[in-house]
């Protein structure tokens, strides 16, 4: 009885419990991911890709492939050239992330839910210099194990099977990391 009286004279209300700023911060530390099957070969494909493209120079006024950018993003020279910029460093981070966490191979690895799309992005543009008979940019041996591991991130992605809930710390590309 002692219990209801306080409540009742007491005129403050109660405190968000400690339970709640928890499971708050829980929330907070965790990033919806994919999971995803990589090998060895996989991820020293993909860094091959990307210091081929980085160190091949594009044509002259060339940039990320306009008609691989979604259309909502502005696609004038210099917007281009950044996200292009972006997207290396991202991806660069992501294969030396997936590069430490590899201890066999195959292995299980974490993606940032819906970053596959930013590597269709990636691989397209690749695709869109190879074709482009002005650009000296060539397809590395290894572009057929690039294209593998997109298509194996893609399902991942689009799989409710694959996807999990992880500490931020785990996850590739976190703001945290």
Not at 102 to 118: C, E, H, I, K, Q
């Amino acid at each position: 009885m002692d219990i209801l009286r306080h409540l009742l004279d007491n005129p403050d209300p109660p405190r968000e419990s400690s339970r709640t700023r928890r499971r708050e911060r829980f929330y907070d530390e965790m990033r919806d991911v994919s999971a995803v099957t990589v090998f060895w070969e996989d991820v020293s494909a993909l860094k091959t890709l990307l210091d081929r493209e980085a160190t091949t120079p594009m044509p002259a006024g060339e940039t990320l492939a306009v008609e691989s950018v979604r259309t909502e993003l502005p696609t004038d020279e210099l917007s281009l050239r950044m996200a292009h910029e972006q997207l290396l460093s991202e991806l660069d981070r992501l294969t030396d992330r997936w590069e430490a966490q590899l201890d066999t191979s195959p292995a299980s690895v974490w993606l940032p839910t819906g970053y596959s799309v930013r590597m269709r992005v990636y691989l397209r543009h690749c695709e869109a210099r190879l074709g482009d008979d002005a650009d000296p940019f060539s397809r590395p041996e290894s572009f057929g194990r690039v294209r593998s591991l997109v298509d194996r991130c893609t399902v991942a992605d689009d799989s409710d099977a694959a996807s999990a809930f992880v500490g931020s710390e785990h996850v590739p590309l976190s703001e945290d990391r």
